[in-house]
Structure formats: structure tokens, C-alpha cells
């Protein structure tokens, strides 16, 4: 996970434990409008902190890793 998924979940835990917006910010650094754009996101319904771009299999796999799909290699499957 990159730095700024990290910090939208570290702002959003402590949103949730009750801590106010400019406390937020102070204790993880970011700026009062980053913490409010995340909080305003999340209560949008707008945040997922789970995207689900993995599904699980093989090819989802090997494409994260960096090897791509069958696909990019020219293979679609027997025809």
C-alpha cells in the first residue's frame, strides 16, 4: 500500500475514534484540507479502502507483480 492509502486509513481511524479534524491533522502530519477531503469522501461513500482490484486469481496475480496477462503476451485462450 502506498503512503497516501496509508494516511487516508491512519486519518480515518482516528476519525472514527472521535478526534477532531485539526487534531487529525496534526498528529499524522497531513494538512487540515486533506483531512477534511478524506472524511468528506469517506462519509460520501466515496472511500473504499478495499478497491478490490485483486480478484484472487492467477492472471490478477502475475499482472501485480508485473509479469501482465495471457493477453499481453498474445494469448487469449484456445480458439
Request: charged letters at 25%; aromatic letters at 12%; a negative charge.
Amino acid at each position: 500500500m502506498g503512503y497516501f492509502s496509508n494516511l487516508q486509513i491512519d486519518i480515518l481511524d482516528l476519525y472514527e475514534e472521535g478526534l477532531e479534524p485539526a487534531s487529525i491533522a496534526r498528529v499524522t502530519g497531513a494538512t487540515l484540507t486533506e483531512v477534511l477531503e478524506c472524511i468528506s469522501q469517506f462519509e460520501a461513500g466515496e472511500y473504499d479502502a478495499d478497491p478490490g482490484d485483486m480478484d484472487g486469481d492467477h492472471d490478477s496475480a502475475m499482472a501485480s507483480a508485473g509479469f501482465g496477462t495471457d493477453e499481453d503476451y498474445g494469448y487469449y485462450g484456445d480458439e
